[in-house]
């Protein structure tokens, strides 16, 4: 594995672990609060970077059928962080998440971590 897949590979861990802690927080809460805008928004950064990383790094380039589930799931989680920075501002921090919003967080995630193992299982079996 070259240098720029390791560095995506080990990124990308790091946006798993920041997705975990803001979206369980908010799964249990059921609130927008610091916390949970913040490791949301780091995880999309992270992703973001990771991704990018793992496209130069790519001797397939990026037009996978991994590179698309990575993409639909980046996508998903980038429309959530979007719509909760949306609620904040209209709302302010620290308020209930509407249920349409809190089941929309629950299955970006969901898609997100599937297309991590799935990335992970690529890795395993190549």
Do not use: C
Not at 31 to 43: E, H, P, Y
Not at 63 to 76: A, P, Q, V
């Amino acid at each position: 594995m070259n240098a720029y897949l390791q560095i995506g590979s080990s990124v990308v861990v790091f946006a798993l672990i920041s997705y975990s802690i803001g979206i369980i927080t908010e799964q249990r809460i059921k609130r927008i609060t610091k916390n949970v805008i913040t490791f949301i928004t780091l995880g999309v950064l992270l992703d973001i970077t990771a991704t990018a990383f793992m496209i130069i790094g790519s001797d397939k380039g990026g037009f996978t059928l991994h590179g698309f589930i990575g993409y639909s799931s980046l996508l998903g989680m980038l429309t959530d962080a979007i719509l909760m920075w949306i609620r904040i501002s209209k709302y302010g921090i620290n308020k209930d998440v509407p249920k349409a919003l809190h089941l929309y967080s629950r299955y970006a995630y969901i898609w997100w971590v599937l297309a991590f193992i799935t990335g992970g299982l690529l890795v395993l079996f190549r």
